[in-house]
């Protein structure tokens, strides 16, 4: 609970509700949806069927996709180190922060994983916590633009497997491209209309919201001037090459691990179906970490690529599983050698 509690002391800390009695509500209501999700999906298969598909996984597809796993965790510690522009920050930590997010991501609920990232980097280095948001925003719409594309690509060539009219969902997804994109280039100036309108309601409001307001102003002050200095550092090549080469990564996972539990499907498929999952884990579900969603939104996409529901269900809760699974090793890992370097032994003095 105490990492949940850190999260949760990075949000504007607003008398009413209190606090304890929001954060408990959240945490119940998160674990409802995962498990109504969870058992939901588990009624549709046999738990036998999901084990065998687990122990009698090929240990060198696994072993390639955990690899794969690897990698697209370091591209994305890479991508971290071009955006963070105030300070230089040994590559290891920051490794090793980027690991500890991605665990939280799945072991957190109501979303706050990614508040452990700007944490983390608090902690260990004493950055801003809004450089922290900041950066890690940036990282978000690269990678909701790449899957989104990555979606607008697949469906143009899956057309007859969806029921929904082909040209409105390539407009509906050029026009969320287009405006992340233009969120992305004019998020300063956003910030600092925002920050002018957040003057006039404290004005407005008078002594109401006299200690709030302007400190909630302040802030979005501080992340305008971030984003400004992220985006005055050019480095949109290497942070774009980063994120595609981290997702080319992602899905070599994904394929890697499909061929593990013997289920043959063509990579453009695979494509589709796991972007599926995807981008029904980026909604905003406040489920426990991303558990249910990714499963149902998996179970969706390869139904639709003609994989059948025990299939589809059984071959989402392993891939989700074995991630977890290879993410804790290396979190592990990360813990150790963070201890290790904190407190070094006599031998190592």
Same mark, same amino acid.
């Given at each position: 609970?105490?990492?949940?509690?850190?999260?949760?002391?990075?949000?504007?800390?607003?008398?009413?509700?209190?606090?304890?009695?929001?954060?408990?509500?959240?945490?119940?209501? *998160? !674990?409802?949806?995962?498990?109504?999700?969870? @058992?939901?999906?588990? /009624?549709? &298969?046999? =738990?036998?069927? #999901?084990?065998?598909?687990?122990?009698?996984?090929?240990?060198?597809?696994?072993?390639?996709?955990?690899?794969?796993?690897?990698?697209?965790?370091?591209?994305?510690?890479?991508?971290?180190?071009?955006?963070?522009?105030?300070?230089?920050?040994?590559?290891?930590?920051?490794?090793?922060?980027?690991?500890?997010?991605?665990?939280?991501?799945?072991?957190?609920?109501?979303?706050?994983?990614?508040?452990?990232?700007?944490?983390?980097?608090?902690?260990?280095?004493?950055?801003?916590?809004?450089?922290?948001?900041?950066?890690?925003?940036?990282?978000?719409?690269?990678?909701?633009?790449?899957?989104?594309?990555?979606?607008?690509?697949? *469906? !143009?060539?899956?057309?007859?497997?969806?029921? @929904?009219?082909?040209? /409105?969902? &390539?407009? =509906?997804?050029? #026009?969320?491209?287009?405006?992340?994109?233009?969120?992305?280039?004019?998020?300063?100036?956003?910030?600092?209309?925002?920050?002018?309108?957040?003057?006039?309601?404290?004005?407005?409001?008078?002594?109401?919201?006299?200690?709030?307001?302007?400190?909630?102003?302040?802030?979005?002050?501080?992340?305008?001037?971030?984003?400004?200095?992220?985006?005055?550092?050019?480095?949109?090549?290497?942070?774009?090459?980063?994120?595609?080469?981290?997702?080319?990564?992602?899905?070599?996972?994904?394929?890697?691990?499909?061929?593990?539990?013997?289920?043959?499907?063509?990579?453009?498929?695979?494509?589709?179906?796991?972007?599926?999952?995807?981008?029904?884990?980026?909604?905003?579900?406040?489920?426990?970490?991303?558990?249910?969603?990714?499963?149902?939104?998996?179970?969706?996409?390869?139904?639709?690529?003609?994989?059948?529901?025990?299939?589809?269900?059984?071959?989402?809760?392993?891939?989700?599983?074995?991630?977890?699974?290879?993410?804790?090793?290396?979190?592990?890992?990360?813990?150790?050698?963070?201890?290790?370097?904190?407190?070094?032994?006599?031998?190592?003095?």
């Amino acid at each position: 609970m105490t990492i949940i509690s850190n999260c949760i002391n990075l949000l504007p800390q607003i008398p009413y509700p209190h606090p304890g009695a929001f954060t408990l509500k959240r945490i119940l209501l *998160s !674990i409802l949806i995962t498990v109504g999700i969870i @058992v939901i999906l588990l /009624l549709q &298969i046999s =738990l036998k069927d #999901l084990y065998t598909l687990l122990r009698t996984i090929d240990p060198l597809w696994a072993a390639l996709g955990s690899i794969a796993l690897f990698l697209a965790i370091l591209l994305r510690a890479l991508r971290f180190r071009w955006l963070i522009y105030s300070k230089a920050i040994p590559f290891s930590d920051l490794f090793r922060i980027t690991v500890f997010y991605h665990l939280s991501l799945m072991v957190l609920p109501s979303k706050l994983g990614e508040l452990s990232y700007p944490y983390l980097l608090n902690k260990n280095s004493g950055m801003n916590v809004t450089e922290g948001l900041a950066s890690l925003v940036v990282s978000r719409v690269y990678d909701f633009v790449i899957v989104l594309m990555v979606l607008l690509s697949v *469906s !143009i060539g899956f057309q007859d497997l969806s029921k @929904v009219n082909s040209t /409105l969902a &390539i407009l =509906l997804v050029t #026009l969320l491209i287009g405006l992340l994109v233009f969120g992305l280039f004019y998020m300063s100036s956003l910030l600092r209309w925002l920050s002018n309108g957040l003057a006039k309601i404290s004005h407005r409001t008078g002594s109401r919201h006299t200690r709030f307001v302007p400190w909630v102003q302040k802030k979005v002050n501080d992340m305008a001037e971030d984003f400004y200095a992220i985006k005055s550092r050019h480095t949109l090549f290497p942070v774009s090459l980063t994120s595609l080469a981290s997702w080319v990564m992602i899905f070599c996972v994904f394929y890697a691990y499909m061929m593990g539990f013997g289920v043959e499907v063509p990579f453009t498929r695979m494509i589709f179906g796991s972007t599926v999952g995807v981008v029904a884990n980026a909604l905003p579900i406040s489920g426990f970490g991303n558990w249910g969603t990714l499963e149902a939104g998996w179970a969706a996409g390869f139904l639709m690529v003609g994989l059948s529901k025990q299939k589809a269900i059984a071959t989402g809760f392993g891939v989700h599983i074995l991630i977890f699974i290879v993410t804790s090793l290396i979190s592990f890992f990360c813990w150790v050698t963070y201890k290790k370097q904190k407190n070094p032994s006599p031998i190592d003095l």
